[in-house]
């Protein structure tokens, strides 16, 4: 039996409904039933009227078509017939004469595929086309060969399947006739009736969107249907289809019904005059009545509003006629439901029929004998539901006989489970006999006791919980209750947990974070003298992991440090600890018992190339297969290093890992004492660019670019500094220090002003050149990049279109739509981009189409070894096509000699930068030297004039 919820049963149940409920419902279910039964009623009879509709327009389309399919057919028949009069019959026996005539049949070949003529008795004497195959066949049992014979008219002959077209075919045949009237003869014309001149459009012919049509044979037999596994197979049996039989029977026109295969519609039929074929039209009832269909939604919703509309008229009388009522309920309502502290209900006006006065009487009485104690009463039970904190009320032996909603969802116990048991089911054997035993002697002692304790909940787990239990004594000072009023502390632990995990571990890895590591260093310098124990410590940079993060981006790089730490962990032993230290950097914490200092360098050497194999051994992420490589510096920690810093150690550490990445990477350094000079060095050279840069101290200097005849194109603009002390010093020593930090976006920026500054003196003199400038990664990404080169122009009055700014192929590739926007805003301003160092980093073709350059630089290594070096050379090559076939000029760096020259001469249009056409030089040198080259070459020009 089906049991409903309570909601549910008051809705069915009509008797217990309200009085004005009853009455809107019946005048609605009333009158919603009349305008239901006059919408089907409209419903049925606009249907009849559309069928009939359906019926003529479809008989009409159908003869139509049939006359049509009627008239080709005797075109054929009359032009076969009026062709078999005219053959000679005195040639009956000369098949080169009958062939000839065929062939001159210009008429019958439009009309038919092939071409027969059969003597009396169907011996097939000549064909056209000619197939040897077929000529002295006996066709006389064929049905056409027949029916000429029996009739001496033409006919048309059952269709059958063509052994070449696989198409429906069929012949009409005509008797040629000597001087007497006798059979001399018989021609006969194949029909493919698939051809668009006949049938062939006939399956593909839609009505509507679903609508189709198909013919079939006087023997049931498809002739022609949308689905061409039918062609020429029974339509379906006798009695499958009681329209289908009706038409078989001789009935022409529309009826409505079902075919064999389940589709209800309206079926349309006309018998062809020529042959007796059968064409039908089939409309799917769904598309026929889909217009009725939306008008009788209409309708049904209209009924629907209407219904809606009065439904709250009749809601408002009946709610006037049965107010009194109403007043009484809600005050019943009231006094028994009422919620807060405050609620009081009040007396209801005596007022309505007898029987509703005498019932406002008795509860007006009812409610003055109610007590104050009702509402304390609701106050605590009110508390007692909705507090956060467990409570259980227990007798005088812990035994539990009340548990609030939030005592069931700390532990999982649901009420009706604990009832009657002791609270000692819960506990968790966290805890002796004798905590037990003290507790319960101070809650008798003292009628209360608070304390932290662990308990068991329902699946078994513990907890730790902040309890309260309180005694409840009667009048007489007996105990008749205990109170239990508990927290759950899961929550604050695992926060305490977490946050402890945090303080000492990588989120990202689990591993050991700085602050660990440094702790551990601290801890064995504490006991590492009373042991006698030595220590190493081995930092690990993963090289050009940044590229990665940037082509790739950084959830790839994620994935592939988890990797690198779990194979890194799996080489160390248990004692050793791996942390990760920055963002591609790890330190390994080596601990060993009483090695010596040579001993223990071979062994860390060794568990450091180690680990540099594990990193090469390929790393698979996203498909993708990474192997990486690493620089290690190594420091080793002697068992006397109490008192010495841990951050002291670990910046040795650091200091060798800077040498082996500045041997090129992959390499692996101890520390020395000597490296730390090198690191002041360093610093001192960062602090002293900075004032260079606030002093003035930087110069312009300018690299000439020139075409195949070496003539002036414009130039590179690179950066000097001239050191007080040290000289002029090339930017290989100081711009890998600027791009450390914010220094590179200064140095940018005083190159851009500069530029422009030149750009605007140089086209003052008349002699308008282009002048690139390198653009860094760190100044492209700056939220006021564009603010800073479009102010820079505005200020310096240079031409935007004289002005390239060099970009390479890793600034781009990780936020590729954003600098597609940047580059694009200046390109509006006629600002041109050349794509630095192209093939030398990730050179996709898939962005380089995107992105809005206009020059691609081919970088010097590639140029060196192509004259000589067919790889190199073949690499500058394609290249160049790339290029030229994107439309974009080329420049080509590291042009040192002839040989590149003419190598890049042959290569096509290619501007050339580098020694050959002259080093870079002071700005100021430069612009007299293009000055003087300019006036050489107007004196040439006016001489040859």
């Known amino acids: 039996m089906i049991r409903l919820p309570p909601s549910a049963r008051r809705l069915l149940d009509f008797e217990g409904a309200s009085l004005k409920f009853k009455l809107t419902l019946g005048a609605v279910v009333l009158g919603l039933t009349l305008l239901l039964v006059q919408s089907m009623v409209q419903f049925f009879v606009l249907r009849g009227d559309m069928i009939e509709r359906i019926k003529v327009d479809q008989f009409a389309l159908v003869s139509e078509v049939a006359a049509g399919l009627d008239e080709k057919i005797q075109e054929r028949q009359e032009a076969l017939s009026q062709a078999a009069k005219v053959v000679p019959i005195a040639a009956m026996g000369r098949h080169d004469e009958l062939e000839r005539f065929l062939t001159e049949e210009r008429a019958l070949l439009s009309m038919f595929d092939d071409l027969y003529i059969f003597d009396a008795k169907g011996l097939l004497l000549v064909d056209w086309p000619r197939k040897a195959s077929r000529r002295g066949l006996d066709m006389s049992a064929r049905d056409y060969i027949k029916g000429v014979q029996e009739r001496l008219a033409a006919v048309v002959s059952q269709p059958v399947l063509g052994r070449s077209t696989g198409q429906p075919i069929v012949v009409i045949a005509a008797p040629i006739l000597d001087a007497q009237g006798r059979l001399a003869g018989i021609l006969g014309g194949v029909l493919n009736l698939y051809k668009p001149n006949l049938l062939g459009s006939l399956p593909q012919r839609k009505i509507g969107d679903t609508g189709y049509f198909y013919m079939v044979a006087p023997d049931r037999t498809v002739i022609a249907h949308p689905d061409r596994e039918r062609i020429l197979k029974p339509i379906a049996p006798y009695g499958s289809n009681p329209v289908l039989d009706r038409a078989f029977a001789g009935f022409e026109g529309t009826g409505e019904g079902v075919n064999s295969r389940g589709l209800h519609g309206l079926f349309t039929f006309k018998r062809l005059q020529t042959n007796s074929w059968l064409l039908a039209s089939v409309i799917p009832a769904t598309e026929a009545f889909q217009a009725l269909g939306t008008v009788q939604r209409r309708m049904i919703l209209t009924t629907l509003m209407l219904m809606l509309l009065c439904a709250p008229l009749l809601w408002s009388f009946a709610r006037r006629q049965m107010r009194p009522l109403g007043e009484l309920a809600a005050a019943v309502e009231q006094r028994t439901e009422a919620e807060g502290l405050e609620a009081k209900a009040r007396p209801v006006p005596e007022s309505g029929s007898r029987e509703i006065r005498i019932v406002a009487r008795a509860f007006n009485r009812f409610l003055a004998a109610w007590s104050q104690a009702e509402d304390r009463q609701r106050l605590a039970s009110h508390v007692f539901e909705t507090t956060a904190e467990a409570i259980v009320v227990c007798d005088v032996d812990a035994n539990i006989l009340a548990v609030n909603p939030a005592f069931c969802q700390i532990t999982g116990y649901t009420e009706q489970e604990v009832q009657g048991r002791s609270m000692r089911f819960l506990r968790s054997d966290q805890h002796s006999p004798a905590f037990y035993k003290a507790m319960w002697r101070t809650v008798l002692d003292s009628g209360r006791w608070t304390g932290e304790i662990w308990n068991r909940r329902k699946n078994g787990k513990i907890f730790p919980k902040w309890q309260t239990i309180s005694s409840v004594r009667n009048e007489q000072g007996e105990v008749t209750n205990y109170v239990f009023v508990f927290a759950d502390l899961t929550e604050i632990r695992n926060a305490q947990q977490a946050a402890e995990h945090l303080s000492w571990n990588d989120p990202l890895t689990g591993m050991a974070n700085r602050a660990q590591l440094l702790r551990e260093m601290e801890r064995h310098g504490a006991d590492g003298e009373e042991r006698n124990r030595f220590a190493a410590l081995i930092l690990v940079d993963l090289d050009r992991f940044k590229r990665i993060n940037e082509a790739r981006g950084l959830a790839v790089g994620d994935a592939l440090l988890k990797i690198v730490a779990a194979r890194i962990s799996r080489s160390l032993s248990h004692d050793d600890l791996l942390a990760r230290v920055d963002a591609d950097e790890f330190a390994i914490l080596l601990a060993h018992q009483g090695d010596p200092a040579s001993s223990l360098a071979s062994n860390v050497q060794a568990i450091a190339e180690k680990v540099r194999q594990r990193l090469r051994e390929g790393i698979e992420v996203g498909g993708e297969t990474f192997h990486l490589e690493a620089s290690m510096g190594i420091t080793l920690l002697p068992p006397n290093s109490r008192g010495t810093d841990a951050a002291d150690i670990l910046r040795q550490a650091e200091t060798a890992i800077h040498q082996a990445k500045d041997a090129g990477g992959g390499h692996t350094v101890f520390y020395e004492s000597a490296m730390a000079e090198a690191i002041r060095e360093h610093y001192l050279m960062e602090r002293e660019l900075h004032r260079a840069c606030r002093d003035g101290e930087l110069r312009l200097f300018l690299q000439p670019q020139v075409d195949e005849q070496r003539g002036y194109v414009g130039a590179e603009a690179l950066v000097r500094w001239q050191h007080p002390l040290i000289g002029l010093t090339y930017p290989g020593r100081f711009i890998p220090l600027a791009e450390e930090s914010d220094l590179i976006v200064t140095l940018d920026r005083w190159m851009l002003t500069e530029v422009c500054k030149l750009l605007a003196e140089l086209e003052g003199m008349g002699m308008p050149l282009r002048i690139s400038v390198n653009v860094s990664p760190r100044h492209f990404q700056r939220p006021d990049f ?160």
Not at 790 to 797: A, D, N, R, W
Not at 871 to 883: F, H, M, Y
Request: glycine fraction near 6%; proline fraction near 3%.
């Open 786 to 945: 564009l603010a800073n080169v479009q102010q820079t122009l505005l200020e310096t009055g240079a031409d935007p279109g004289l002005l390239v700014l060099e970009i390479t192929e890793g600034l781009v590739i990780d936020s590729l739509d954003e600098a597609i926007a940047k580059m694009d805003t200046l390109t509006t301003l006629g600002v041109r981009f050349s794509m630095d160092d192209f093939g030398t980093g990730y050179s996709s073709l898939a962005y380089l189409k995107r992105l809005p350059v206009h020059e691609l630089k081919i970088d010097r290594s590639f140029i060196q070894d192509a004259p000589n070096n067919p790889s190199d050379a073949a690499l500058v090559q394609t290249i160049i096509a790339v290029a030229q076939h994107l439309e974009l000029e080329i420049v080509a760096e590291g042009v040192e000699t002839q040989a590149h020259a003419d190598f890049l001469r042959d290569c096509g249009s290619v501007i050339h930068q580098g020694y050959l056409h002259g080093e870079p030089e002071a700005a100021e040198i430069w612009i007299e030297r293009i000055r003087q080259a300019r006036g050489l070459r107007q004196a040439e020009l006016a001489l040859a004039d």
